[in-house]
């Protein structure tokens, strides 16, 4: 049996991304064959932007574009997809030949991109879910059976945020300025007004051991959401 995640593209680095990839290294270190699986735009490099260098995990590509998985693929073989891969990607493969199980890491995400209990029903096996709220929405919406529901929550207390020393010498801000740019821009603007000598800095588009080293010398982390199923980022902050 393989296990094959599917990978969204992105255009951005994503905590979303960042879970997929280690929950797919620890099924590997179980003895799992996992591989992640990617787009015909991901193989045709129409998408220029690739994340894998942020995270530093090690995971295996297919070797073949998710839509062409049904001449590779067998009916041993698993499918994971994303809860924003399901009202898309999910409906392309809803009547090949092979297993299939839900990731779901956002409950927002997962009520936006639900395809309908009639075609989830009888078609996932199961699903994960990061928290017991997105547990019990995976049980209503996908019409799940709690024995088919396994909460998986994020890893976060690994390197390099458990080996990351503290190193708070004074007062300063780490943030996200992709986040909301508009409203983090002036609140930041409005705090510099106030406290010119706080410094703000920037964790966008930084590899991870970097982040975890910056978050460990700000001794306040700063980002604004509209909507977010897991924060991440305040997660691996406070870690």
């Not at 929550?153 to 390197?159: K, M, Q």
């Not at 300025?177 to 603007?189: G, M, S």
């Not at 930084?206 to 604004?224: D, Q």
Request: with cysteine; proline share 9%; net charge positive.
């Amino acid at each position: 049996m393989n296990i094959y995640y599917y990978y969204p593209n992105c255009i951005k680095p994503s905590g979303g991304h960042k879970q997929l990839r280690l929950q797919a290294l620890l099924a590997q270190e179980l003895g799992v064959r996992v591989h992640l699986l990617r787009n015909l735009e991901y193989w045709a490099k129409t998408s220029q932007f690739e994340d894998s260098h942020y995270y530093n995990i090690p995971n295996t590509l297919a070797p073949f574009p998710f839509e062409e998985s049904k001449r590779y693929i067998n009916k041993e073989d698993l499918i994971i997809f994303p809860e924003v891969s399901l009202s898309k990607e999910f409906m392309q493969c809803h009547d090949w030949n092979v297993r299939i199980g839900v990731n779901n890491q956002n409950g927002f995400w997962g009520l936006r991109f639900n395809p309908g209990s009639r075609h989830i029903k009888g078609r996932v096996e199961f699903a994960f879910a990061n928290a017991p709220y997105v547990a019990r929405l995976c049980r209503k919406f996908y019409r799940l059976p709690p024995e088919r529901i396994f909460l998986i929550p994020h890893w976060v207390l690994r390197p390099p945020f458990e080996d990351a020393p503290p190193n708070k010498s004074s007062v300063s801000i780490s943030y996200m300025p992709r986040k909301l740019p508009e409203l983090t821009k002036t609140i930041r603007n409005e705090v510099q007004k106030q406290r010119p000598m706080i410094p703000w800095v920037e964790i966008d588009g930084v590899p991870e051991p970097r982040v975890a080293e910056l978050m460990g010398s700000t001794s306040i982390f700063f980002a604004a959401h509209d909507l977010e199923g897991c924060p991440l980022t305040a997660l691996e902050a406070m870690a």
